[in-house]
């Protein structure tokens, strides 16, 4: 069954920066999506960005889009509080949402988490090393027990999110910090996969490991049907002893 | 060392209702914190109400609360989302947070969860059987295998909140529900427990298991201590090859 | 992909009571089998028993099996430790395991979660209704809210296992208990659902919700494939000053 | 109230080395004890080894023991599957356990988790950076956000155990590998920490904040109340409508 993708990215550094501008040309929304087509097994994907009306994110965009990709990071705070909260209920509906990098601070990701998501971080590029800690989890498939990212930002412990229902990927730094960098939540019934690597500074999004796990992710995190859900006042099912009552 | 116990009430129904406010005189909120001075080993009590200033939860108050016990109901959309905001951000510091009853509708609750918290629900009276499903957790101490609460409002399942780091209690419905009534989480430093039972229709917090899983989880939910956390901008701490940077 | 199943069971009750063998006449085995046939989507069955050489879980067998199903009782201790190990050895390499009620007695599922499992019981036949706790799990694809087993014995908590990475079903009982009903765990790459229905005295195994649930848990424990993991000693991949050893 | 503390060593470096029997004059054990009658609030602190009869863990002993601390490495195999049964199930009645550094291939850890415990690994020396990725833990008390191990035997990532309650410490080594160096479980009503430090060739035990962490473990790990828990078959609290069965 195919997969329907919108790609969602602030387009604030491509505008601002030549040298993002060059390394992105197609922003990096349209890096995402090329990566995404060319490595998910069936999806559909689309884009959208900050600039658009209601950020690209309409009522009609989010229910035809089974699983949100989500880049953002100077212009979080820009992203309207109405559109936040139409993520985060899609999200409880089923649709997936994988942030990506500085995602982990939009407006939905901090709604669904309840927390911070405060970190340590530095800009000036390193080496880190993403080991997988839990090589069980489709979201790994298909990759050596490590990949390399030459030059990124660091994001280094403490995390301040909830602790995770299963840590993909823990990351090493060559200054000296450690960072899970790829975590699954589920809330509703949204998947939600939190995967640190992607600084626009750098050519990340074109390096094959990071397109395979933004790929895998998009297959974890689409939406399966479930059972009914019946909420508020219900109907006895049993027979219940009035006399008992005070 | 002796906790600093906020025990806080909407104290509508209890203004509104001459029935309920026949059942607690003192309101729901005195009579928790009554419960509280009587069982709980080493507290210090005080209580707060949604018709104070700053609904009496001010930057000082919470500054001074080690837990925060919390009912609402009817007025939960009443609280001012500053105060709620300041409540959330006290239980990323360390702050202990215990929602009784529909308090898991409140605004606090719903943000540090993620979710909507939504459940079935039947008022009329039935009764609830409580079972211990994790007999080991201190939440639970001094209990038997089960307790029950003979006339009382129904919550049934599903409930929409994260997977809980344990299950302590789960309740069976005379009219044939089921709910996992005392689930625990952390959320930053703060530990929360959600407690199912307290309809102000009843006199269930007088009620000597009630008022023992209070006093337990208050104990159990205080700060502790852990350890200095440093977040933002930091400089290495190993030298960084810098002729390896593109 | 072809998911490829084995059903043990270990066959003893329909040896040894008429109404059994009347109610199972191809054995539990041979109803779970039907029913998987029936209702997974691409499977391939087979079935093995106790009283076969190795009990029919040879090396061979296990290598060939993606989901293992488990029906046992009163002949649990009967299983040879070396099967049993064997079993638990493919579970962490990835192969399913679905317990089926007091398979949660059985020797592998007892090393897989390290607890002792143990359950409050009550046969004679009662009402049990099951609820979807987590609507959003694959394992309740297609279901309703509950769904009902009109006679059965009775599980009752604490069900002393490891906290559950997902909580899917909790059932309710007409004698008053609750219980854990489906629980979802991973051990090494393997994923593993206990699910509690189906004693040998009541036509369970040929009920439609029991059937849709245990070949949604087919599928949702299928191995996948995950990434390398290489154990044991290791090079360094960075330079390691030795100088500074003691 | 005072903790109970039995320090377990298999006791075997000590003997056959002689910088080790430099190093830990009264074992590995004994220094252990020694840190934890310095640091740990309120404890009563025993040894006991592999040599003795039982292992120095006796019904008695163990039926003593609030708090089992467990070192081993070479001689895992030689623990006697009585005696790591007999700890396993005082575990489930809730004795705290915290096994040390290759105690996690210990006979009882193996059992509790259900998994291999396989890691990759490397002796030489070399440098640990152990950081707090759960600074709201009471087993960080007291710690600045990381410190360091100078020289020590590597740990490597995947580590498979099941994905644990609490991940408190991740390591980050010199020679580029990442590692969960503090996992907390519960198992039955027991508290488990599995604590990666402490290889005999290295004088770590002797480390400020090892011996920290140790008094912490061992101050977090011991039993609590709880509530009563029943097993076995049980009457029903309700009445069952026997008609209704088939």
């Not at 069954?1 to 550094?13: C, D, G, S």
């Not at 959208?48 to 990709?69: K, N, S, Y």
């Not at 509906?93 to 990701?109: D, T, W």
Request: aromatic share 10%; net charge negative; with cysteine.
């Amino acid at each position: 069954m195919t997969i329907r993708v919108t790609v969602w990215n602030e387009n604030v550094h491509e505008q601002e920066s030549e040298s993002v501008a060059e390394r992105y040309p197609e922003g990096i929304h349209g890096a995402v999506a090329a990566g995404l087509e060319e490595d998910a097994v069936d999806v559909e994907v689309r884009t959208a960005t900050l600039q658009e009306p209601e950020h690209g994110l309409t009522e009609d965009v989010l229910a035809e889009t089974d699983v949100l990709v989500w880049w953002s990071h100077c212009a979080n705070h820009e992203v309207e509080d109405d559109v936040a909260g139409r993520v985060v209920d899609r999200v409880h509906e089923g649709m997936g949402f994988v942030p990506l990098h500085s995602g982990k601070n939009s407006k939905p990701f901090k709604r669904l988490m309840g927390t911070t998501c405060n970190i340590k971080y530095r800009h000036g590029g390193e080496t880190e090393r993403i080991w997988v800690a839990d090589p069980g989890h489709p979201i790994a498939d298909g990759l050596e027990g490590f990949f390399e990212i030459p030059s990124t930002e660091m994001y280094g412990e403490p995390y301040d999110v909830p602790e995770p229902d299963r840590t993909v990927f823990i990351s090493w730094f060559e200054g000296g910090e450690v960072f899970r960098s790829g975590l699954c939540y589920r809330r509703g019934r949204g998947r939600i996969f939190a995967f640190r690597p992607g600084h626009e500074e750098y050519p990340i999004f074109y390096q094959d490991e990071v397109k395979q796990v933004i790929a895998n992710a998009v297959e974890w995190a689409a939406p399966t049907e479930g059972a009914e859900a019946v909420w508020g006042e219900s109907e006895p099912i049993e027979s219940i002893d009035s006399s008992a009552d005070e």
